[in-house]
């Protein structure tokens, strides 16, 4: 089946610093998904992305579905402490089908004061 | 506007019962699927259901199954449980699936 990998699988960053974090695939996505995780809750969507090279920015969040449809980057600007959690890039299957939503093993951010 | 409602939040069972466990959609919502979240694999998904109708279906066993009422409510069941079926399960909701779905803050099954 479609593979999503995520680097970093963490992050340890300051206060305040930028994070940059992205998503391959050896198969095409036609949609890119950007979701957050906090402990004990479901993950939420942050950004999301349905035409290749596209650029979505939410507040200090932006992403990029890659020219080629087998990337997508997540770029957090300025981090703050409510930042910390899982992020996750996630596509559905091309033209649809049996797997649902295909996730990658997320990348953890923790925020060092 | 509620979110998705799952019920209950934790759960903890024997090896060899069966468990359900409920979601609740966001209203107008009629496409309902599943994930089994846990630290090896990760997030699964199990199977959706669109307006009754189970539309796809994951790799997992038989054991897994589910279903949808006509209020888009969907219930899930997991028969003769085993200990690598404890993981968090996520419902998640959508008026259309392509546009990323809206996730319930889980069900955390414990098997013992």
């Known amino acids: 089946g479609q593979q999503l990998n995520q680097s970093p699988q963490s992050m340890f960053i300051q206060e305040g610093e930028d994070v940059s974090m992205n998503c391959t695939s050896s198969s095409i996505f036609n949609t890119w998904l950007w979701y957050k995780q906090d402990p004990g809750e479901g993950p939420v969507l942050l950004i999301a992305l349905y035409k290749a090279g596209e650029l979505t920015s939410n507040g200090r969040l932006t992403a990029q579905f890659g020219i080629t449809r087998k990337d997508s980057f997540l770029n957090i600007s300025a981090s703050i402490p409510s930042d910390v959690g899982i992020y996750f890039c996630a596509g559905p299957p091309r033209g649809g089908g049996a797997d649902g939503l295909t996730f990658g093993k997320g990348t953890h951010l923790i925020i060092q004061p | 506007k509620a979110g998705v409602t799952q019920t209950p939040r934790y759960l903890i069972k024997t090896r060899g019962q069966q468990v359900t466990l409920s979601c609740s959609p966001i209203?107008?919502?009629?496409?309902v699927s599943w994930y089994q979240q846990t630290p090896g694999q990760g997030l699964q998904f199990l199977f959706e259901y669109f307006s009754e109708t189970q539309r796809n279906k994951g790799n997992f066993p038989g054991r897994f199954s589910g279903r949808q009422f006509s209020n888009s409510r969907s219930e899930m069941n997991v028969s003769t449980l085993e200990l690598g079926d404890s993981a968090l399960y996520l419902c998640a909701s959508s008026l259309e699936w392509t546009y990323g779905y809206t996730f319930g803050s889980g069900t955390r099954l414990t098997v013992v």
């Open positions: 209203s107008g919502h009629r496409s």
